[in-house]
T-cell receptor, first 115, second 111 residues
């Protein structure tokens, strides 16, 4: 089955600790995205990548880092600099045609909690 | 003024009712409009995608776009308890790959 997988489903972070959220897709999509969702809030873009070894900051990139070493993988690291990391993190992917906005498909999400 | 405004609800309706969900936007550059459905603790799933003013129908769902008023709607006919979810509108200004989301409307359909 084609799709997007995120792991773990739940993640606990201690103060001062960096944690990494995994996102893998087998849809052969070019672009991948990370969003953060807080209760009662819409999705806010953290980082996105259109091509391997390249990525851009979204609206709320501070305290986060990403890498894109493989087309199918786009891990997100929540660093200790992110002071309010408790949220639901969603990974998405889409094809790129360059002509129109393509649909973004979402993974099941990772819920990050601070101990 | 926020780029996208969406009434968060909650909205509670009886089974079989017609549901109307709405978003307004301020950025006249937006030309692609989407509606996502998100069940509790799950990732959003795409319901409707449109890029022109007017109506687009898919089964019990109709998406309506009025670019002159900067207003989009999602109508659900014959609503079912399984439609109970949060509905998110999303839009973009072109092939810049960035979607701007509304905050979502929580819908409950009561049997």
């Amino acid at each position: 089955d084609g799709g997007i997988t995120q792991s773990p489903k739940y993640l606990f972070r201690k103060e001062g600790q960096n944690v990494t959220l995994s996102c893998e897709q087998n849809l052969n999509h070019d672009a991948m995205y990370w969003y953060r969702q807080d209760p009662g809030q819409g999705l806010r873009l953290i980082y996105y990548s259109q091509i391997v070894n390249d990525f851009q900051k979204g609206d709320i990139a501070e305290g986060y880092s990403v890498s894109r070493e493989k087309k199918e993988s786009f891990p997100l690291t929540v660093t200790s600099a992110q002071k309010n990391p408790t949220a639901f993190y969603l990974c998405a992917s889409s094809i790129i045609t360059g002509a129109i906005q393509e649909t973004q498909y979402f993974g099941p999400g990772t819920r990050l909690l601070v101990l | 003024q926020k780029e996208v405004e969406q009434d968060p609800g909650p909205l509670s309706v009886p089974e079989g009712a017609i549901v109307s969900l709405n978003c307004t936007y301020s950025n006249s550059a937006f030309q692609y409009f989407m509606w996502y459905r998100q069940y509790s603790r799950k990732g959003p799933e795409l319901l409707m995608y449109t890029y022109s003013s007017g109506n687009k129908e898919d089964g019990r769902f109709t998406a309506q776009v009025d670019k002159s008023s900067k207003y989009i709607s999602l109508f659900i006919r014959d609503s079912q308890p399984s439609d109970s979810a949060t509905y998110l509108c999303a839009m973009s200004g072109g092939s810049n790959y960035k979607l701007t989301f509304g905050k979502g409307t929580l819908l409950t359909v009561n049997p």
